[in-house]
């Protein structure tokens, strides 16, 4: 006996456990009707559609004709004044068995009975869901899917208005059955529809399922699902079994209004998905997206969205929150774990729709220093022998990383191959393949970039001028010192060298040159120094980087420009690097001399004609060899060294200043020589 509004009222129901076990052998059945295949469900179809017509259709009659009272007490028949009187909400608390009691535990609200009702709305997904099976799908799945959501929205709502005005209240809440018990002629007809109704949504799941998960298994989204994956055309067994031991274990729990809710919001999870691709594909103007169905707006997809997620939120709010948490994290799995399939990324188109849109409103003028930022362009590997499998010295791609703040920031890592480029293309295409790995191994943000050119000369300068796009331009060249070019006797190496950096000036482009990278110390070495200074220039150097927001400590040194030696000074150090130097120029300008005298020309060096005064080379030897000594004398403990780069001077030969600079870095095991682009990339303002 079960009180309901204050009146006593008998409710049977069949014991949960006869229904645990006719749930289990029912299940089994559909299971072995599913491994016959599709022919074999198509075949069985019809038993359980005809019947469940034929249901539905009594049912609408007996609506029709009932009168009040008859058959059973509670029956008004079709009356506006029941309506009325049913159309104000009156929820009540159930039991485990679903049966209203005012003891109750589950109680029951309009957003868990939206949960509850949802399940019974997804059968319009079904052509979907077997769109392997369909001739047609670009036809059916519009049609068909569209057609089941009006006839079935159309008689849910007739069913609602006809019911609610049909029986009081208590008779709703009271008999379980109220479909048959309105019937006519054919009351019992009522209960085999309702049996095989519920046979047909199973078989339809069973059916449908397996073959989602197939699918998903197929496209190598998730791994872990690997285990599920059918040949084209084969039925998709294992999966089955899987999903039938699934069904199996929610029928052993008992309750379909406990479990409901919980598929409800796996359902809305999945429309809302496919919502948001629409949306997104639709928004962005993909493409490769080409829909057949030509009346569809992204607004439409938005707000089918939305409504997902809001009803979620209705149901549970805190389901909700932890189905969205592991949405998330399937999805960061896949992008992690998961294979490139033919389907595509729709957020990867969003990124690039976002990514061109920032490029363009970057606009191709000067950034404001305030919103500068560093964007190195590493040169692999100009010169110096690394392992085949390396294609970036290791240590300039974390130079390169550190030069960002927090390592943030993009990197361009280019290598030159020499060739022709029709030749040569797979080499390149492999290497830059090769180049990516390692930059993504490196933890390096950053994109690979391998150029085909006659010569390195020629590629740099290809590519100091064209890499890029607008604002988004490498503004930084980094590249190691060319320490082999005497030791190997490399005599190409100083006009090259010399042309990449005249290249850079051209272009504006920053040159940081990195010498002893091999000596190069780690994030986690310090050395901190002791020296005499200037106080008044100390205290200025010292406001301006304290304005800057920079932390460093400052030493100014006096440095006197004669061409006296200091006995005992470090000087003495570089001095056999400065006489080998000094008379490799003296044969160089001997051999030019020479040349010229016999083909009756001016002085010619790297194909070019050029002016040299003796006086000033040796002036730029004598100042290189005194600052090589003040560096020896204050810095030879520092962990790096950096020194401004010179400009090579346009009326010598490559191959002096080769020498000049071979001199300043003479007996320093690490240094940076930087030279800026002559634009402020700092302010003084926050």
Known sequence: MTPVNG????????????????????????????????????????????????????????????????????????????????????????????????????????????GLF????????????????????????????LSATLVTSIMYLISVIMFGAIATREKLLTDRLLSATVAWPFPSLIKIGIILSTMGAALQS????????????????????NYFKVADGSEPHVATLFTAFLCIGCVIIGNLDLITPTVTMFFLLCYSGVNLSCFLLDLLDAPSWRPRWKFHHWSLSLLGALLCVVIMFL????????????????????????????????????????????????????????????????????????????????KLADFANCMKKKGRGMTIFV??????????????????????????????????????????????RGIVQTMGLGNLKPNIVVMRYPEIWRRENLTDI??????????????????????????????????????????????????FLYDLRMHAEVFVIT????????????????LDAFTSANQRIVDYLTEMKARAEREGTSLMADGKPVVVNEKQVEKFLYTTLKLNSIILRYSRMAAV??????????????????????????????????RGYRRDVVTLFT
């Open 7 to 114: 009146t006593t009222i008998a409710i049977q129901s069949p014991s949960s456990h006869d229904l645990q076990i006719y749930g289990i052998v029912v299940t089994i059945v559909l299971c072995f009707i599913v491994f016959g295949g599709v022919k074999m469900i198509n075949r069985v179809a019809p038993a359980f559609l005809i019947p469940v017509l034929f249901s539905l259709v009594c049912i609408y009659l007996g609506i029709l004709l009932a009168k009040e009272d008859h058959p059973t007490e509670g029956i008004t028949g079709l009356s506006l004044k029941t309506i009325k009187e049913n159309w104000s909400s009156d929820y009540q608390k159930t039991n485990d068995a679903g049966i209203p009691d005012p003891n109750g535990s589950v109680t029951w609200n309009f957003n868990s009975l939206v």
């Open 118 to 145: 949802f399940p019974a709305v997804t059968g319009i997904m079904a052509g979907s869901n077997r769109s392997s099976s369909l001739r047609d799908t670009q036809r059916s799945i519009p049609v068909g899917t």
């Open 206 to 225: 069973l059916t449908g399922a397996p073959r989602l998960l197939a699918a998903i298994a197929n496209d190598d989204i998730l791994p872990i699902l």
């Open 315 to 394: 149901i549970s709010w805190s389901f909700t929150v932890v189905s969205l948490a592991l949405a998330s994290l399937i999805y960061k799995y896949v992008s992690i774990k998961g294979k490139a399939g033919d389907w595509g990324d729709g957020f990867k188109s969003a990124y690039f729709q976002l990514a061109l849109r920032s490029l363009r409103s970057l606009g191709a003028n000067q950034v404001h220093p305030k919103n500068w930022y560093p964007i190195p362009l590493v040169f692999c590997r100009p010169w110096g022998k690394l392992p085949e499998n390396v294609p970036c010295h290791p």
């Open 415 to 460: 290598s030159i191959l020499d060739g022709d480029y029709h030749e040569c293309a797979e080499d390149a295409k492999t290497a830059c393949k090769q180049l990516s790995t390692y930059i993504e191994y490196k933890n390096c943000e950053g994109v690979a970039e391998i150029v085909v050119a006659p010569n390195m000369s020629v590629g740099f």
């Open 494 to 543: 100083p006009a090259t060298f010399v042309g990449i950096i005249n290249d850079c000036i051209v272009a504006n482009k920053a040159v940081v040159i990195v010498k002893g990278l091999d000596e190069w110390p780690n994030v986690y070495q310090k050395q901190y120094e002791e020296d005499a200074d200037a106080e008044g220039l100390k205290a200025d150097v010292k406001k």
């Open 559 to 574: 440095m006197k420009w004669d061409v006296q030696v200091d006995s005992g000074s470090p000087q003495d150090e570089s």
């Open 641 to 674: 060294v950096l020194v401004s780069l010179p400009p090579p001077p346009l009326s010598h030969p490559a191959y002096f200043y080769m020498e000049y600079m071979d001199l300043l870095l003479e007996n320093i095991p690490r240094i940076l020589i930087v």
